[in-house]
């Protein structure tokens, strides 16, 4: 087969692959779509519980009461269908790896996914009810708490890509580790300077409040110490297996004495 028919059928497979990852995410949406204000309702739970009484959210634009609870069901859809996605994504890449590229690859990528559901359950039951509980406490008197719909869906999503990306920062380290890029040695060097960068990342991407930046950074700093300590292990690993295996003790009687 010429370079030429071979580039033409890869690209053939991944059309073939962006279409069921397409038609996985519409198969998904469609239920989703079906319950899009319930999901918007418990996506706004973590505010809602903790606006005073009478307390509510509004809508400014004639549209977002009917976009805003679909764009919740749309992201929905990508989160269930995502071991879907993963799946087309491996059954593309896999014929073109060796062995050992399958056994470090298709961990990663469970691992990967597995770490940004965390980052965002994190954030939706730990630091999303800090962050509104702090803004409500601080608000002035006779000022009603009132969020549109639409900026709120914005923020969180934000806080979701923050603590899911947050999340991964061990599969990072794991990856710059394997790959000789960094040793860990000069990752155990540069801890106070990555602490600080924590903080910095926190202040950056989370509202400006004491208590979110540290929601951040701290989960950021904890999680690149479990990368360090990861990495090690593997790399204990790979030497024992790479090291020659050393004769019995019968063999090494019997060359003495040849020696001799």
Known sequence: ??????????LVELRARLIR???????????????ARELYSLLAQPLLEKLPE????????????FFVPMKVAMMVAFVITLPHTLYQIWAFVAPGLYSHEKRLVLPLVLA?????????????????????EFITHFAPQ???????IGRYLDFVLTMFIAFGITF??????????????VSIEKLKEVRSYVLVGAFVIGAIFTPPDVVSQFML????????EAGILVA?????????ERSPVSPPAHEKDAEHELEK
């Open 1 to 10: 087969m010429s370079t030429d028919e071979t580039f033409i059928s890869h």
């Open 21 to 35: 990852v397409c038609a996985g995410i519409l198969l998904g949406f469609l239920p989703c779509a079906y319950y």
């Open 54 to 65: 009478g307390g509510q959210m509004i809508a400014t634009e004639v549209v977002t009461p």
């Open 112 to 132: 990967s996914s597995v770490l940004f559901f965390c980052g965002m359950s994190f954030a939706y039951f730990a630091a999303l009810p800090l962050v509104f």
């Open 142 to 148: 006779g000022v009603a708490v009132m969020t549109d």
């Open 168 to 181: 991964e920062v061990p599969i990072l380290v794991v990856i710059l580790v394997r790959v000789d890029i």
């Open 217 to 224: 950074a701290v989960p950021l700093y904890l999680l690149y």
């Open 232 to 240: 090690s292990v593997l790399q204990k690993s790979d030497n024992r």
